[in-house]
């Protein structure tokens, strides 16, 4: 059996918020949650102030061992049933083991309802357990029960909220249950978190999405103890900025989020950093195509401007677009270009054959051999003494495994060498992978004498 997962930020915040009232202090309320049997009344505290508040797998851990302590103190001990409930329900939020722990979670839930308690943990999170099975109704029906009981308890707003958000369709409940929860605990930063999700994921109005993230962060930073949940406010407003394609801002957030979340323990602590690494990765790509449609279209301008000026065209082409390692840049920018310089009359010899062989290089990037070498081709039928373009074809042809007429071209572009391609310049090219695996032959070593 699997819970549907809204998102694993709610998920986290969701986990024993019912058992925070007023920030930190509902535990400390004995005559709401407190037993005739003091040892195992703090057997209970020590469970939430001393392990469940770290929220992690150890703190969880050791919370469910001192809760089963206080219940082998006080086996009527309604509170410590939900509470345990609520741990295992915090476990559920690891995939694994679901339903061993789903089980566990329904068992103390119903232990706690037996008893027909005056508080509304119990029934908080039996909602959570008849949610999971898909009866909405009645998920709602017990926290509104819960409320009802305990009207004060923070916690069962938060809970209400949530589901209303869930929902997708109770915006306007979901932020009413938030303020009215802010008017009994104006520090309760689940509260921020959860309206900016409200406003983030349903509603769209992102400006105050922004606005409830950074008084959740504004709480992490600033209240004690500190909620380490509210570190989430971080990797939330990044999302926001992330929707708005305002990318720096989001890079800015994620990698502070970073800071926070990797030296720590937290729960589940592994698939936050997975959201992250991927958040940034890909915000990264998108802030790098915003800056090369950027500067590819302020090259077209610039060639827009003065499109005779051949010097312009050849730094446009060999610079900025065959620097640009992108098949979608060679296709679109950088061949075009190659070819229309080829077009262009002009008294130096050599535009048109670093054109050409600019061609081929781009051809040969994506991987359209056939057609590179035909370039070369069509070239040498014309101007069969051009020694930069014999060479191309001995390196097209050794690379073809052709080696003997690989090595007919380079001898002939080794005769045919001029004042532009020099044997200095010969000899360097020689050292292009291409010739790898002739490099040991007798006809190679020859090219360099």
């Given at each position: ?49 001393d392990c469940i508040w770290k929220w992690t797998t150890a703190g969880a851990d050791s919370a469910e061992y001192y809760l089963k302590l206080a219940i082998q103190e ?128 349903n509603i769209h109005d992102f400006d105050s999405a922004k606005f409830y993230y950074r008084k959740a962060i504004e709480n992490y930073n600033t209240i004690k103890p ?144 056939d057609e590179a070498l035909k370039v070369l081709e069509a070239y040498n039928a014309n101007n069969p003494k051009e020694p930069l373009i014999l060479f191309d074809l ?56």
């Amino acid at each position: 059996m699997k819970k549907i997962y809204f998102s694993l930020f709610l998920i986290l915040n969701l986990a024993l918020a019912v058992s925070a009232q007023r920030g930190f202090n509902y535990y400390k309320d004995s005559g709401r949650v407190g037993s005739s049997n003091e040892k195992a009344y703090t057997y209970f505290k020590k469970a939430y102030y001393d392990c469940i508040w770290k929220w992690t797998t150890a703190g969880a851990d050791s919370a469910e061992y001192y809760l089963k302590l206080a219940i082998q103190e006080d086996s009527n001990y309604s509170a410590a049933y939900a509470f345990l409930a609520h741990v295992y329900q915090f476990k559920t939020y690891n995939p694994q083991d679901f339903d061993k722990y789903f089980a566990l979670q329904k068992k103390y839930a119903e232990k706690a309802i037996s008893y027909n308690p005056k508080t509304g943990d119990a029934y908080s999170v039996m909602s959570d357990v008849v949610w999971t099975e898909h009866d909405t109704a009645q998920a709602l029906n017990l926290l509104r029960n819960a409320i009802a009981r305990e009207p004060d308890n923070v916690g069962n707003y938060l809970f209400l909220s949530v589901r209303f958000t869930q929902m997708g369709k109770a915006d306007d409940s979901a932020i009413y249950y938030l303020h009215r929860l802010l008017q009994y605990d104006p520090e309760y930063g689940q509260a921020f978190m959860k309206l900016g999700n409200v406003y983030n994921w349903n509603i769209h109005d992102f400006d105050s999405a922004k606005f409830y993230y950074r008084k959740a962060i504004e709480n992490y930073n600033t209240i004690k103890p500190r909620d380490n949940r509210m570190m989430g406010g971080y990797y939330s407003l990044a999302d926001v900025y992330n929707k708005q394609e305002q990318y720096d801002s989001a890079i800015y957030y994620y990698k502070i989020y970073l800071q926070e979340l990797e030296p720590s323990d937290m729960y589940v602590r592994e698939q936050f950093l997975s959201l992250t690494y991927k958040a940034l990765y890909e915000c990264q790509q998108r802030l790098s195509g915003n800056y090369l449609n950027q500067f590819l279209t302020l090259n077209e301008q610039r060639i827009a401007k003065d499109p005779g000026n051949t010097d312009l065209l050849m730094q446009t082409l060999e610079e900025n677009y065959m620097s640009i390692e992108q098949d979608s840049v060679y296709e679109k920018y950088a061949l075009p270009l190659a070819k229309h310089i080829q077009t262009i009359h002009s008294p130096d010899p050599y535009l048109r054959i670093y054109a050409t062989d600019d061609e081929f290089v781009i051809l040969k990037k994506l991987k359209r051999n056939d057609e590179a070498l035909k370039v070369l081709e069509a070239y040498n039928a014309n101007n069969p003494k051009e020694p930069l373009i014999l060479f191309d074809l001995g390196r097209m042809k050794i690379s073809t495994n052709d080696n003997q007429a690989g090595f007919a071209y380079l001898n002939k572009a080794k005769l045919y060498l001029n004042d532009v391609f020099t044997k200095q310049v010969f000899i360097e090219q020689l050292n292009n992978p291409d010739f790898d695996k002739v490099r040991s032959t007798s006809e190679f070593k020859k090219l360099t004498e």
